[in-house]
């Protein structure tokens, strides 16, 4: 039977998309350059919003299974002032909206390709895409992956899905990634055990960056550190527990939490890690997640991302097999799908980026939600993703709101 979907990258939108057509019933290879688990570095957060997709997908208890750690709200701090916002519970969406979880991506992303490969989606570990498979028309038909011998061998597939993350190698052979230039920065990842266990994550705003940390089971705390590249380039010494001891003199309330925290592993890097795309589909071939474009981590929203995009590719997808003659328009209507929940999220950790550099603008904003803690509340229900920037502007939202108080 030939392939329907070839998905080249298992992180958190190819297992979903894997996973959800896998149950539609059709023909589905997952690879990944990756033996599995694998980590990732990441916050290790997940916003309230992601447990309506798992459900979705069959996939209730994954969380409670998976021992994720419930985290109530966001303790956002910087250039001497504190906020502790919570996550709202909205009468008509649900408790969820209240909780998001810590764990870790290891875990999560590897019960989720179990969860796609018990859905009956073949899964190919190991495997490495180094080149698209096209036709002369340019239209793409498949991959070509380097198994673990090191042959090449080609896969074709009727659509071939690049969920392959940030640096991804598939849009940028289609040629519709960008790069943000003017958000060129880099993340240091570390694991801490023996740090007091509390249920708000942690955003410290520093010049230009930031660090988040959350817990992400009783004995463990993720502590990531996004900073402008050219940092890097300033860096004098070559130890990054130094480097990292430096940036905590900006973050004193982090800087204590771990005085008796021990690292668990070396600090590991990734960046830079903003880039756009200027189309997610093109003949026989989509992009989703990260691959699909990402600012930054800030908000903690990339995973919901990746799992909200997976949903709308995976119903165009399931549309345009069932009727191959109207592909386009089921490929249109991702598109839009994703444009329109999307676009404003990003439009929001874009201006926050902006912002962060101006620490006159951040002091007095985080002393108005320290003082204000329904607009702290606010503020962190919208980074939950449960409530989009355009409820704002309904009345009826409003009413729920004060009623969720
Ligand atoms: C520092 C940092 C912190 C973050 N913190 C958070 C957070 O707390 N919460 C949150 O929601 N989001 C966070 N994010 C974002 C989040 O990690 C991503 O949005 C999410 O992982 C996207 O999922 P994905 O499936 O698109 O990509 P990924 O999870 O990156 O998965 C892509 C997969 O593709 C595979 N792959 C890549 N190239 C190839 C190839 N050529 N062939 C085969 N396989 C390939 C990789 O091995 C990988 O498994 C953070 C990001 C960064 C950089």
Redesign the pocket.
């Known amino acids: 039977m030939p392939t329907d979907v070839l998905i080249?990258?298992?992180?958190?939108?190819?297992a979903a998309l894997a996973r959800q057509l896998a149950l539609a019933g059709f023909k589905v290879v997952l690879?990944?350059?990756?033996a599995f688990p694998?980590s990732?570095?990441?916050?290790?957060?997940?916003?309230p919003q992601c447990t309506p997709y798992l459900v979705a997908l069959g996939l209730p208890s994954l969380l409670a299974d998976t021992g994720a750690f419930a985290v109530r709200g966001l303790q956002l701090g910087g250039f001497g002032a504190q906020a502790t916002g919570h996550f709202r519970a909205l009468p008509e969406r649900g408790p969820h909206t209240a909780i998001g979880y810590g764990i870790r991506r290891e875990v999560f992303?590897h019960a989720l390709v179990q969860a796609a490969v018990a859905a009956g989606t073949q899964f190919l570990p190991r495997?490495?895409?180094v080149d698209l498979v096209r036709a002369e028309d340019g239209r793409v038909l498949g991959a070509v992956l380097r198994a673990p011998d090191g042959q090449p061998q080609p896969h074709l597939a009727t659509w071939t899905i690049g969920?392959?993350?940030?640096h991804s190698?598939v849009a940028r052979w289609l040629g519709v990634q960008r790069r943000l230039e003017w958000l060129d920065q880099f993340?240091l990842?570390a694991h801490f055990r023996n740090v007091p266990v509390r249920d708000t994550a942690n955003v410290q705003l520093l010049k230009g960056g930031f660090f988040?940390a959350?817990t992400v089971d009783e004995d463990l705390f993720s502590v990531?550190l996004?900073l402008p590249r050219q940092r890097l380039r300033e860096r004098t010494s070559p130890d990054w527990d130094a480097f990292v001891a430096d940036a905590l003199v900006d973050a004193p309330e982090l800087r204590e939490r771990l005085a008796a925290g021990e690292r668990l592993r070396p600090w590991r890097g990734?960046g830079p890690?903003a880039y756009a795309t200027t189309t997610c589909t093109l003949p026989g071939v989509a992009l989703v997640?990260?691959?699909a474009g990402?600012i930054d981590?800030m908000t903690?929203?990339?995973?919901?991302?990746?799992l909200f995009g997976a949903r709308a590719l995976g119903d165009a997808l399931a549309a345009a097999l069932h009727a191959p003659a109207d592909a386009e328009a089921a490929m249109r209507g991702y598109r839009r799908t994703l444009a329109g929940e999307l676009d404003a999220r990003k439009l929001a950790s874009k201006l926050l980026q902006r912002a962060v550099r101006r620490p006159w603008l951040v002091r007095p904003f985080v002393r108005l939600l320290q003082r204000w803690p329904g607009a702290a509340d606010l503020l962190v229900t919208l980074t939950g993703d449960t409530i989009h920037p355009r409820d704002l502007l309904r009345p009826s939202f409003w009413k729920s709101w004060r009623s969720s108080a």
Request: aromatic share 10%; with cysteine.
């Open positions: 080249l990258g298992a992180g958190p939108a190819g690879t990944d350059r990756a694998r990732k570095p990441c916050g290790e957060f997940l916003s992303d495997h490495e895409c969920a392959d993350g940030v190698r993340a990842a988040a959350t990531n996004v990734t890690f997640g990260d691959a990402y981590p903690g929203e990339g995973i919901y991302f990746a």
